[in-house]
């Protein structure tokens, strides 16, 4: 069964600081993989994905994922931190319908 | 219209009500999706269309839940007689054909007492 983990349940950086939001995964086959994020009273919103080609992938907001076939990994990671980018970040996989297999959450937290 | 929209954003039942949950995707994408986020945790799936078809109920907690899309458009999730664990945010997310990137309504939280 394809499933993903999410490791840390909160991650606190100082604002300014690199941010790195880890999640593991665990499908048969070529995985398809998702970052969300989901501000308090929000729906989730798509920050990137990886399907196939660069293991590098930039998103939105200053954000990229790496993923990582041997370790299979798809860490999410910021350079720069902002205070704004507080918010709970969901790692998904794509499952055979479709649909999108989520992780659990990591609530991230940025202070200035 | 410009993103997924769904009503109501909040519901109370009494429990043993019935609820209708209703979820206008994007114009023109095909595939539509129903998910349940309890507190605290991952959105978890619960049904899937694609047009009216409606090709995996297999995420239903119960016979008590029901999903419908009859003219591929417009769905709603039907919750009977509701219980205190129907409580959640109740989330859907349709796609346009040929792509793999969802976009999510606000979601509806439904809080039975």
């Known amino acids: 069964a394809q499933s993903v983990a999410q490791p840390e349940d909160q991650v606190n950086v100082a604002e300014g600081n690199p941010l790195t939001v880890k999640c593991t995964y665990s499908v048969s086959g070529n995985p398809y993989l998702f970052w969300y994020v989901q501000y308090p009273n929000r729906g989730l919103q798509f920050l990137l994905k990886?399907?196939?080609?660069?293991?590098l992938v930039k998103g939105s907001y200053g954000f990229e994922a790496e993923f990582n076939k041997s370790q299979t990994s798809f860490h999410l990671k910021k350079p720069s931190a902002l205070v704004s980018d507080s918010a709970l970040y969901f790692c998904?996989?794509?499952?055979?319908?479709?649909?999108?297999?989520f992780g659990k959450g990591t609530k991230l937290s940025v202070k200035p | 219209g410009a993103g997924v929209s769904q009503s109501p954003r909040y519901k109370v039942a009494k429990r043993g009500q019935d609820v209708a949950l209703r979820c206008d995707p994007i114009s023109g994408h095909v595939s539509l999706f129903w998910y349940q986020q309890a507190l605290g945790q991952g959105p978890e799936f619960l049904t899937y269309f694609q047009n009216e078809a409606q090709l995996d109920k297999s995420g239903l907690p119960s016979d008590r839940f029901f999903a419908e899309r009859p003219e591929g458009s417009v769905s709603t999730l039907k919750i009977q007689r509701t219980q205190q664990e129907d409580s959640a945010v109740y989330l859907c997310?349709?796609?346009?054909?040929?792509?793999?990137?969802?976009?999510f309504g606000q979601g509806t939280r439904l809080t039975v007492v």
């Open positions: 990886y399907i196939t080609g660069d293991n």
């Open positions: 997310a349709s796609i346009r054909q040929g792509n793999t990137e969802a976009f």
């Open positions: 998904a996989v794509r499952g055979s319908q479709g649909n999108l297999i």
